[in-house]
Structures are given as structure tokens and as C-alpha cells.
């Protein structure tokens, strides 16, 4: 790196239904655009083809917005992410291309992101006039998305264990399947959210798994809940709607002891009390207050990300390319996504 020029990224994150582009100069976040999808509500989960489809249509205003909201020139950007992986192919194939086209027009070089380290690095990400605090390493983080349930041990930026993970669904899975049988719209984790605020989380009881070590599992709990409903159905038709809120307190409760118990396990096994927490689950206020309620407790020092990090969004995926930069750290003109990839790959 030329001493005492700027470093500025230009972040494409198109890993799943969100199109999202972001820049970040010298690692404070300048911009961060993100546009989601509604066309997949309809269909009760986001539906691959229609989700590439609409990254299509989406990239170019949404990368100029960022751009412009920036106030940078393309000729400003030191080099352009793109999330490499995990997620949906046909809608990193979109970031990929645009990504290839973008550093040959301008002849800049590549950085591939893993957005599992990207969730994980959101908490590095600075922003004017903020408080930006940052966690030391090693540190824990609570990694729960629509396809994650982690406990990851984080050495350095761009060294990281996984210590924990579920072996079946992911917790923001069991909020949206659980919701949908509640017939609510997709994703049901916000709506179960809002309405458990008004129920009763000591209403109903369902199953908690019984997994050794660090693991989490949320198809049992998935499973309980179902034939819960089914049963009480049976007896009164009306059941969900009259019991809603508290269904929801009471779903939301049990899914948020499940995460809990395992992450208090690993700081204690770890000897860490350093624990943050990233992906779309964390914007859940139940689970932000049990992690406020842990960290005064057990004198962690925690760290919850603002909502626009929760959810997947380009500027964590600009923050982890920041330090990929600085490594030197280049992908080739060849690179191909990846539906999966572990967080150290
Ligand atoms: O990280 P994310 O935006 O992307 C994917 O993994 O695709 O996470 C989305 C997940 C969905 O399952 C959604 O229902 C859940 O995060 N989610 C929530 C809340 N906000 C988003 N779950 C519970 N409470 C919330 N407030």
C-alpha cells in the first residue's frame, strides 16, 4: 500500500434476498445501501430464481446510490468486495459478475469475502461522530441468522474457530418455520417479536434439545411446536389466533434460553468475557435483553450491533475486505462463489 493514501472499498453483499452495496473509506463507513426484497413474502421463503432476478435489477442503482451518498468518484475506490460465499449461487453469481466487470472498467483489484466473517467483523466498522467501541481478541460471538446458529471464538480479524453450531436448523429458522405455522408472513422472526412483547412467555412450555458440548439444535423444538398447535387445534379452532401473543413470548422465550445456555457454557469453558453477537437474529429485543441481563451478571463486555449491521448488508462485507486490503490479500479474475464455505475459508 502507497503510505498515506486512502483506503477505499466499494462492498457488494448479494448473498441472499438483500442487495446491498456499501463504502468505506479508511474504515469509516461512508455509505450503506441496502435494498431487500418483498416479491419473495408471497411464497412463505426467499425463492433462488426470483431473488437473482432481482439482485439484476437491483445492483447497478443500488451501488450508484452508494456511491453518490458517499461523495466519492468511482475513480476514488482502492479496490471492490464481493461476497464469495455462503449463500444462494444464482445471487452471489450477480455480486461475482458485477464485482469482475467493475475491477476490469476500472483496473482496480478484487477482494472476496466470506459473509460469515463479514457478520462477525461488523463490530470493527467505524462510523463519524460515533462511539465506536470495538471488541479485543480473542472474543465470542453469537453468530444467529436464517442459516447460522454459531458460537464462534475469534482470535484475530481474520482468524476464527467455530466452538459451536447447530446440526440441523438455525435459530432465525425456527422463529420463521414456527411463525409460518402461525400463519404469518415471511420472515416471521420480527413479527413473532413484536407480538411477543404483549403475551405471556411462561404460557406454554415446548421442548429444549438435549446436545452435548457447544452444539445447538432447533428442530425439536421446531417439531414440539407443531404438534403443540395441531393438538389444541383439534379442540379449538380459534387457538392461535386467541393465544398469539403469548405463543409468540413463549416460542421466542424457549429459543432464546436454547442460545443462551450454550453461549454462557463457552465463555465459561474459554475463560472469555468478551462476547458479541451478529446476523439478523440479534436484532431480536428478547434476546438483546437476556444478553444485557447475562453481561451485568457474568461482567462480560458486550457488544450488540446497531440494526442496519444486524441484517446482511455490505458495510461488514466493505469492514472485512478493509483488512483483507491491508494483507494484500487479492482474489483472481477466476473466482467463483461458493454456496458453502466454513468462516476460515
Ligand atoms: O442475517 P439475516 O438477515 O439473513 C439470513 O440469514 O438470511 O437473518 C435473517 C433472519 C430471519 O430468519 C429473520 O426472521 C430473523 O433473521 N430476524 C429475527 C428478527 N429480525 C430478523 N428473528 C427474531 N427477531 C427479530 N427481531
Known amino acids: 500500500m502507497e503510505q498515506g493514501k486512502d483506503i477505499v472499498i466499494l462492498a457488494i453483499e448479494s448473498s441472499c434476498d438483500d442487495t446491498s452495496a456499501a463504502v468505506l473509506k479508511n474504515g469509516y463507513l461512508l455509505s450503506n445501501i441496502i ?3 418483498k416479491v419473495h413474502e408471497a411464497y412463505g421463503g426467499v425463492v433462488p430464481e426470483l431473488a437473482s432476478r432481482a439482485h439484476q435489477q437491483n445492483i447497478v442503482p443500488v451501488v450508484d446510490q452508494a456511491i453518490k451518498q458517499a461523495g466519492i468518484s468511482r475513480k476514488d475506490v482502492s479496490a471492490i468486495a ?4 455462503p449463500g444462494l449461487l444464482g445471487s452471489l453469481l450477480v455480486g461475482t459478475s458485477f464485482a469482475k466487470g ?6 482496480i483489484p478484487m477482494i472476496e469475502i466470506n459473509h460469515l466473517q463479514g457478520h462477525v467483523l461488523a463490530h470493527f466498522l467505524k462510523e463519524e461522530g460515533a462511539e465506536n467501541r470495538s471488541p479485543k481478541f480473542p472474543h465470542l460471538c453469537l453468530l444467529v441468522s436464517g442459516g447460522n446458529s454459531q458460537i464462534i ?7 476464527m474457530e467455530v ?7 438455525a435459530a432465525g429458522e425456527a422463529f420463521d418455520k414456527c411463525a409460518k405455522v402461525m400463519g404469518m408472513p415471511y420472515p416471521g422472526g420480527p413479527l413473532v417479536d413484536r407480538l411477543a412483547k404483549e403475551g405471556n412467555p411462561d404460557a406454554f412450555q ?4 438435549r446436545i452435548k458440548d457447544l452444539n445447538y439444535s432447533f428442530s425439536g423444538l421446531k417439531t414440539s411446536f407443531l404438534y403443540f398447535l395441531r393438538d389444541r387445534l383439534k379442540e379449538n379452532e380459534n387457538f392461535i389466533e386467541e393465544n398469539k401473543a403469548d405463543l409468540c413470548a413463549s416460542l421466542q422465550k424457549t429459543i432464546i434460553a436454547i442460545l443462551m445456555d450454550k453461549l454462557v457454557k463457552a ?3 474459554t475463560g472469555i468475557r468478551e462476547v458479541t453477537v451478529a446476523g439478523g437474529v440479534s436484532a431480536n429485543s428478547g434476546l438483546q435483553n437476556a444478553l444485557r441481563a447475562e453481561a451485568e451478571k457474568r461482567h462480560w463486555n458486550l457488544f450488540i450491533p446497531k440494526f442496519a449491521f444486524t441484517m446482511d448488508n455490505a458495510a461488514m462485507i466493505a469492514m472485512t475486505a478493509h483488512y483483507k486490503y491491508l494483507k494484500g490479500e487479492f482474489a483472481a479474475m477466476d473466482a467463483i462463489p461458493f454456496a458453502r464455505m466454513n468462516i476460515q475459508e
Open 35 to 37: 435494498a431487500s426484497q
Open 163 to 169: 466452538i459451536g453450531q447447530t446440526i440441523d436448523d
Open 267 to 269: 465463555c465459561k469453558q
Open 153 to 159: 471464538l475469534v482470535k484475530d480479524h481474520l482468524e
Open 102 to 107: 467493475f475491477a476490469l472498467a476500472s483496473g
Open 82 to 85: 464481493f461476497t464469495r460465499g
Open 206 to 209: 415446548f421442548a429444549k434439545p
